[in-house]
């Protein structure tokens, strides 16, 4: 008979044959900063999710180093909003300062850009539009590198372009390149679903469509094909890092993609998986953590290098304990 338990009986052994590895550097932790002085608004929808202020980001920073959490993507959430997004191509802009800030203090944290126009925009789609409200890719494109240069130069250690606009690597890549910042990785969200899962998430970075969806620029869940093949064209284009977003209901594609790429890759687990993980904390504490590992092994096994969640404090603690 084969006895599968042979190498699970003791525990030493079932270690020793383990073949899925989690780290918490595996982990990069999304923060949201607002404008202002001393703010820490902690999201009606995502428990234990803060806005916070540039001032309250270095507390946090802190915070994570004493976790052993030295990554973070950044949000940027502002009042002031016009059709094009003016306010993330400013010099000076919320996330230029933030980054600038945390890179100052705490040098060792590696600060990753969610480059993006959803939280600049009046319209709140992620770039600009033409007169039928249709999103005009090429012009989208201009804005993005330049909001790439102003992350570039206030020291940011590597750009996240989560907008899903066609061509956005080789224009990156051109102006990054043209201004001497040709070690400047881009991690790409290269196959970015247009999903329910992101719900929490608008609210808490205020960046929901005015009108309309994302529809027709964010990938179509019904066609595995091209969730496959954009990442791959992402990666000829010279993505440094692929992604794959949501995390939970896509293993699928992870694994697929990790096949079919020799890039790292990352998986987002968002906004609204966070959420349907955090419902299990009603009943018992004990079993929400197990859940919750458990997934993120799921992503590990799945073919993911790289993590994106709003757990990563959780998972940092629950490995310390253990
Ligand atoms: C776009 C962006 C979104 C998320 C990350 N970057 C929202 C969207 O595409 O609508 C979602 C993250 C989450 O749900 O946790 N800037």
Redesign the pocket.
């Known amino acids: 008979m084969k006895r599968f338990r042979r190498t699970k009986i003791n525990p030493r052994i079932r270690n020793l044959v383990q073949d899925v590895y989690l780290d918490v550097k595996d982990f990069i932790y999304p923060l949201f900063v607002v404008p202002g002085k001393n703010i820490k608004k902690e999201s009606e929808v995502l428990e234990g999710i803060y806005q916070m202020s540039i001032d309250k980001i270095l507390d946090e920073c802190e915070e994570l180093i004493s976790l052993g959490i030295y990554n973070v993507i950044l ?1 940027g959430v502002v009042d002031i909003k016009d059709s094009i997004g003016s306010s993330a191509l400013d010099s000076n802009s919320l996330i230029a300062k933030c980054i600038k800030s945390i890179k100052e203090k705490y040098p060792e944290i590696m600060v990753v850009s ?1 480059l ?1 126009f ?2 600049y925009t009046d319209h709140g789609h ?1 770039g600009v539009l033409d007169c039928n409200d249709i999103l005009n890719n090429d012009k989208t494109l201009e804005l993005l590198a330049k909001q790439a240069l102003v992350h570039a130069k206030s020291g940011v250690d590597m750009i996240a372009p ?2 899903v606009i066609d061509g956005t690597i080789k224009a990156l890549r051109n102006i990054l390149d043209a201004n001497g910042f040709e070690n400047l990785p881009i991690m790409s969200y290269s196959t ?1 679903f247009a999903s329910a ?2 719900d ?3 609210d808490l ?1 205020d ?1 929901s469509p005015s009108f309309g969806d ?1 529809k027709s620029y ?1 990938m179509d869940f019904r066609d595995s094909k091209q969730a496959i093949s954009r990442s791959i064209s992402d990666e000829e284009d010279g993505a440094d890092i692929l992604m794959v977003k949501p995390a939970m209901t896509y293993l699928d594609i992870v694994s697929k993609i990790k096949n079919s790429s020799s890039l790292p890759l990352a998986v ?1 687990n ?3 998986e966070y959420m349907m993980m955090k419902s299990l904390m009603k009943n018992s504490i004990e079993v929400y953590e197990r859940t919750m590992m458990e997934l993120m092994y799921s992503f590990k096994r799945a073919g993911a290098d790289i993590i994106i969640s709003y757990h990563a404090k959780e998972v940092a603690d629950i490995m310390r304990r253990k």
């Open positions: 949000f969610d993006c959803c939280e992620c989560s907008g970015k899962f992101y929490p998430f608008r970075a960046s994302r964010q987002y968002v906004s609204g």
